[in-house]
């Protein structure tokens, strides 16, 4: 199966603190891509982030972190000190090398309350 | 700097009208899709396009059809809509396969369709 499952539905924090969002993927492939998007309430879909299977460094920028982890198979996204501006939907999605199709996970709401 | 343009941004139907949304990139990407995102769920490839003359189905093909009318345009198209094809539409493109080194996808701002 391949498949991007991001069990946390809704995160709400107060503004500030720090907060992560985990996904964790499914492929059979060995090579694949990851990629993080935020949708703010606007609707508009904002890349953030991509990370090929082949390269297993954390990043960062910013206030935004990536943890990707292939031994647990895991894609968690993290930001530091939140802010208000931060609250939208994060989206998850893999990309199997032998096709083109963008898995998505269902997406986590983030609520930064100020 | 446009990137991805798709329109309209919204539009009402009536069963059975048909429609055709349009979307047009200027980053001389080679690869194109659609997808529809349904409330609090994640996006679906409905169909793509790996280079100009070529597509193919994506997970919900079922009730539309596109046209690859050049590099630059993809449309997608519903010939009788349904209450079921009520969406959000997403155009997206990749210069070429996801594969390539710093390659990514990028998306159009939505297109709100209800069909009524």
């Known amino acids: 199966a391949q498949k991007v499952t991001q069990a946390q539905t809704e995160i709400s924090v107060v503004e500030k603190e720090d907060v992560t969002l985990d996904c964790v993927y499914e492929?059979?492939?060995?090579?694949?891509?990851l990629f993080w998007y935020k949708q703010p309430p606007s609707g508009e879909l904002v890349f953030l982030i991509r990370?090929?299977?082949?390269d297993e460094q954390n990043e960062i920028s910013g206030r935004y972190s990536w943890n990707f982890q292939k031994s647990t198979s895991s894609f968690n996204f993290t930001i530091t000190a939140s802010q208000v501006v931060d609250s939208a939907v994060y989206f998850c999605?893999?990309?199997?090398?032998?096709?083109?199709?963008?898995?998505w996970g269902a997406g986590t709401k983030l609520i930064i309350k100020p | 700097n446009a990137g991805v343009t798709q329109t309209p941004k919204f539009q009402v139907l009536k069963t059975g009208q048909s429609m055709t949304l349009q979307c047009a990139q200027d980053?001389?990407?080679?690869?194109m899709y659609w997808y529809r995102q349904d409330p609090g769920m994640g996006l679906r490839l409905i169909y793509y396009?790996?280079?100009?003359?070529?597509?193919d189905k994506g997970e919900v093909p079922n009730g539309y059809n596109v046209s690859r009318l050049n590099k630059r345009e993809f449309s997608l198209r519903l010939e009788s809509a349904a209450p079921s094809q009520t969406s959000v539409y997403f155009c997206?493109?990749?210069?070429?396969?996801?594969?390539?080194?710093?390659?990514?996808?990028?998306f159009g701002e939505g297109s709100w369709l209800t069909v009524v």
């Open positions: 396009s790996a280079s100009e003359g070529t597509t």
């Open positions: 980053m001389n990407h080679n690869s």
């Open positions: 492929t059979r492939d060995t090579t694949y891509y």
């Open positions: 999605a893999l990309i199997p090398d032998s096709n083109y199709q963008l898995i």
């Open positions: 990370r090929n299977s082949f």
């Open positions: 997206a493109s990749s210069l070429i396969r996801v594969s390539s080194s710093g390659n990514t996808i990028y």
